[in-house]
Protein backbone atom coordinates (compact mmCIF):
# COMPACT_ATOMS: atom_id res chain seq x y z
CA UNK A 1 0.00 0.00 0.00
CA UNK A 2 1.00 3.42 -1.01
CA UNK A 3 0.44 6.21 1.73
CA UNK A 4 1.59 10.13 1.05
CA UNK A 5 2.01 11.95 4.22
CA UNK A 6 1.27 15.59 4.17
CA UNK A 7 2.76 18.22 6.99
CA UNK A 8 -0.08 20.88 7.34
CA UNK A 9 0.98 24.29 9.18
CA UNK A 10 -2.21 27.06 8.63
CA UNK A 11 -2.68 25.69 4.86
CA UNK A 12 -6.04 26.10 4.96
CA UNK A 13 -6.29 28.22 1.22
CA UNK A 14 -4.19 25.29 -0.25
CA UNK A 15 -4.77 21.99 1.33
CA UNK A 16 -7.58 21.08 -0.25
CA UNK A 17 -6.41 21.19 -3.75
CA UNK A 18 -3.59 19.59 -2.71
CA UNK A 19 -5.28 16.65 -1.72
CA UNK A 20 -7.86 16.70 -4.75
CA UNK A 21 -4.85 16.66 -7.39
CA UNK A 22 -3.23 13.67 -5.14
CA UNK A 23 -6.59 11.40 -5.61
CA UNK A 24 -6.71 12.76 -9.55
CA UNK A 25 -3.50 11.15 -9.85
CA UNK A 26 -4.54 7.98 -8.36
CA UNK A 27 -3.14 8.60 -4.57
CA UNK A 28 -6.17 7.48 -2.73
CA UNK A 29 -4.31 7.12 0.65
CA UNK A 30 -3.41 10.29 2.40
CA UNK A 31 -2.53 11.57 5.56
CA UNK A 32 -2.50 15.35 7.04
CA UNK A 33 -0.81 15.73 9.98
CA UNK A 34 -1.99 19.10 10.88
CA UNK A 35 0.34 20.86 13.18
CA UNK A 36 -1.55 23.06 15.44
CA UNK A 37 -3.19 24.91 12.63
CA UNK A 38 -5.25 27.66 13.94
CA UNK A 39 -6.96 28.52 10.42
CA UNK A 40 -9.34 25.39 9.95
CA UNK A 41 -6.47 23.27 8.27
CA UNK A 42 -7.72 19.84 9.73
CA UNK A 43 -11.68 20.62 8.50
CA UNK A 44 -10.27 21.23 5.00
CA UNK A 45 -8.08 17.90 4.52
CA UNK A 46 -11.13 16.29 6.28
CA UNK A 47 -13.56 17.94 3.98
CA UNK A 48 -12.25 16.45 1.00
CA UNK A 49 -11.72 13.05 1.98
CA UNK A 50 -7.61 12.86 3.95
CA UNK A 51 -7.36 11.24 6.97
CA UNK A 52 -6.39 13.97 9.58
CA UNK A 53 -3.78 13.68 12.46
CA UNK A 54 -4.00 16.43 15.16
CA UNK A 55 -1.10 17.90 17.03
CA UNK A 56 -2.76 20.53 19.57
CA UNK A 57 0.19 23.05 19.69
CA UNK A 58 2.72 23.70 17.18
CA UNK A 59 5.22 21.34 16.80
CA UNK A 60 7.18 22.12 13.54
CA UNK A 61 7.62 20.01 10.54
CA UNK A 62 9.63 17.31 10.94
CA UNK A 63 7.61 16.54 14.21
CA UNK A 64 4.37 16.25 11.69
CA UNK A 65 6.58 14.14 9.53
CA UNK A 66 7.47 11.48 12.48
CA UNK A 67 3.85 11.70 13.14
CA UNK A 68 2.89 11.19 9.72
CA UNK A 69 5.39 8.20 9.73
CA UNK A 70 4.83 6.48 12.55
CA UNK A 71 0.72 6.47 10.98
CA UNK A 72 1.68 5.47 7.83
CA UNK A 73 3.53 2.26 8.99
CA UNK A 74 0.86 1.61 11.46
CA UNK A 75 -1.63 1.17 8.69
CA UNK A 76 0.83 -0.86 6.67
CA UNK A 77 2.37 1.25 4.25
CA UNK A 78 5.19 -0.75 2.07
CA UNK A 79 6.06 3.24 0.07
CA UNK A 80 5.17 6.30 1.32
CA UNK A 81 5.58 9.73 0.20
CA UNK A 82 6.39 12.81 1.52
CA UNK A 83 4.93 15.93 -0.04
CA UNK A 84 4.25 19.58 1.28
CA UNK A 85 0.85 20.82 1.97
CA UNK A 86 1.49 24.48 -0.21
CA UNK A 87 1.29 23.39 -3.66
CA UNK A 88 4.57 23.54 -4.74
CA UNK A 89 4.69 20.23 -5.50
CA UNK A 90 3.28 18.50 -8.33
CA UNK A 91 1.22 15.13 -7.80
CA UNK A 92 2.29 13.55 -11.01
CA UNK A 93 5.93 13.06 -9.96
CA UNK A 94 4.97 10.68 -6.96
CA UNK A 95 4.23 7.65 -9.34
CA UNK A 96 7.41 8.38 -11.60
CA UNK A 97 9.76 8.53 -8.68
CA UNK A 98 8.17 5.32 -7.18
CA UNK A 99 8.58 3.91 -10.44
CA UNK A 100 12.69 5.25 -10.53
CA UNK A 101 12.66 3.97 -6.99
CA UNK A 102 11.64 0.24 -8.14
CA UNK A 103 13.56 0.43 -11.02
CA UNK A 104 16.89 1.30 -9.34
CA UNK A 105 16.42 -0.95 -6.60
CA UNK A 106 16.45 1.67 -4.16
CA UNK A 107 15.29 2.26 -0.55
CA UNK A 108 14.63 5.98 -0.82
CA UNK A 109 14.20 8.74 -3.50
CA UNK A 110 14.88 12.37 -2.89
CA UNK A 111 13.53 15.25 -4.96
CA UNK A 112 15.75 17.43 -6.63
CA UNK A 113 14.42 21.39 -7.92
CA UNK A 114 18.01 21.22 -9.08
CA UNK A 115 17.48 18.78 -11.81
CA UNK A 116 15.09 20.02 -13.59
CA UNK A 117 15.62 23.00 -15.99
CA UNK A 118 12.17 24.55 -16.41
CA UNK A 119 11.73 24.70 -12.38
CA UNK A 120 11.63 28.96 -11.95
CA UNK A 121 13.38 29.31 -8.58
CA UNK A 122 13.35 32.87 -6.72
CA UNK A 123 16.69 34.48 -6.91
CA UNK A 124 17.70 34.88 -3.60
CA UNK A 125 16.61 31.23 -2.63
CA UNK A 126 18.67 30.27 -5.81
CA UNK A 127 21.87 32.09 -5.51
CA UNK A 128 21.81 32.74 -1.57
CA UNK A 129 19.67 30.59 0.53
CA UNK A 130 19.76 27.14 -1.54
CA UNK A 131 23.48 27.02 -1.76
CA UNK A 132 24.69 27.89 1.59
CA UNK A 133 22.47 25.15 3.28
CA UNK A 134 23.65 22.78 -0.04
CA UNK A 135 27.65 23.90 1.32
CA UNK A 136 26.98 23.02 5.04
CA UNK A 137 24.90 20.14 4.49
CA UNK A 138 27.33 18.38 2.16
CA UNK A 139 30.31 18.87 4.08
CA UNK A 140 28.10 17.33 7.46
CA UNK A 141 26.83 14.80 5.51
CA UNK A 142 29.60 13.41 3.21
CA UNK A 143 27.50 13.20 0.20
CA UNK A 144 27.07 15.80 -2.53
CA UNK A 145 23.57 16.35 -3.23
CA UNK A 146 22.16 18.89 -5.48
CA UNK A 147 19.11 19.72 -3.14
CA UNK A 148 19.49 19.17 0.38
CA UNK A 149 16.06 20.75 1.55
CA UNK A 150 13.75 19.35 -0.64
CA UNK A 151 9.76 17.85 0.91
CA UNK A 152 9.42 15.83 -1.84
CA UNK A 153 10.76 12.76 -0.29
CA UNK A 154 9.41 8.21 -1.31
CA UNK A 155 10.40 5.87 1.01
CA UNK A 156 10.29 1.81 1.11
CA UNK A 157 7.76 0.95 4.21
CA UNK A 158 11.53 -1.07 5.15
CA UNK A 159 13.74 1.77 4.90
CA UNK A 160 11.44 4.34 6.69
CA UNK A 161 10.88 2.27 9.48
CA UNK A 162 14.85 2.57 10.18
CA UNK A 163 14.47 6.75 10.05
CA UNK A 164 13.03 8.35 13.08
CA UNK A 165 12.94 12.26 13.26
CA UNK A 166 14.16 13.87 16.31
CA UNK A 167 14.37 17.71 15.24
CA UNK A 168 11.01 18.87 15.12
CA UNK A 169 11.56 21.72 13.07
CA UNK A 170 13.05 22.62 9.71
CA UNK A 171 16.77 20.96 10.79
CA UNK A 172 14.69 17.20 10.26
CA UNK A 173 15.45 17.67 6.39
CA UNK A 174 19.04 17.39 7.22
CA UNK A 175 18.91 14.27 9.84
CA UNK A 176 16.47 12.78 7.50
CA UNK A 177 19.97 12.29 4.98
CA UNK A 178 22.34 12.11 8.10
CA UNK A 179 20.05 8.76 8.80
CA UNK A 180 19.94 7.47 4.78
CA UNK A 181 24.01 7.55 5.22
CA UNK A 182 24.61 6.80 8.29
CA UNK A 183 22.25 3.30 7.81
CA UNK A 184 23.83 2.64 4.37
CA UNK A 185 20.07 3.11 3.22
CA UNK A 186 20.20 3.23 -0.73
CA UNK A 187 19.17 6.61 -1.92
CA UNK A 188 18.88 8.50 -5.13
CA UNK A 189 17.84 12.30 -6.11
CA UNK A 190 14.49 12.43 -8.68
CA UNK A 191 14.15 15.40 -10.66
CA UNK A 192 10.64 17.18 -9.43
CA UNK A 193 9.03 20.24 -10.47
CA UNK A 194 8.61 23.08 -8.09
CA UNK A 195 5.64 25.52 -8.25
CA UNK A 196 6.47 28.96 -6.27
CA UNK A 197 3.50 31.05 -5.35
CA UNK A 198 3.17 34.45 -3.42
CA UNK A 199 1.80 32.62 -0.52
CA UNK A 200 5.16 30.85 -0.49
CA UNK A 201 7.70 31.05 2.36
CA UNK A 202 9.84 34.49 1.89
CA UNK A 203 12.94 35.70 2.96
CA UNK A 204 11.46 35.29 6.61
CA UNK A 205 10.73 31.39 6.05
CA UNK A 206 14.44 31.22 3.97
CA UNK A 207 16.05 32.38 7.13
CA UNK A 208 14.52 30.08 9.64
CA UNK A 209 15.77 27.03 7.45
CA UNK A 210 19.33 28.30 7.64
CA UNK A 211 18.38 28.73 11.21
CA UNK A 212 17.28 25.50 12.01
CA UNK A 213 20.03 23.94 9.71
CA UNK A 214 22.91 25.03 12.52
CA UNK A 215 21.31 24.93 15.32
CA UNK A 216 20.24 21.48 14.62
CA UNK A 217 23.56 20.61 13.63
CA UNK A 218 25.53 22.17 16.53
CA UNK A 219 23.06 21.08 18.81
CA UNK A 220 24.38 17.21 19.40
Do not use: C, W
Amino acid sequence: MMIVVIPAYNETNSIGRVIRDLFEHGEKNVIVVDDGSTDGTAEAARAVGAEVITHTVNRGQGAALQTGDERALARGADVVAHFDADGQFDAGDIAPAIEFLQKNNLEAVLGSRFLRADNQIPFLKKYFIFPVSRLVNNLIIGRNLTDVHNGFRVFTGAALAQIEISQNRMAHATEIVQQLVSKNIKFQEFPVRVRYHEFGQGIGGAMKILRDLFTGIFAD
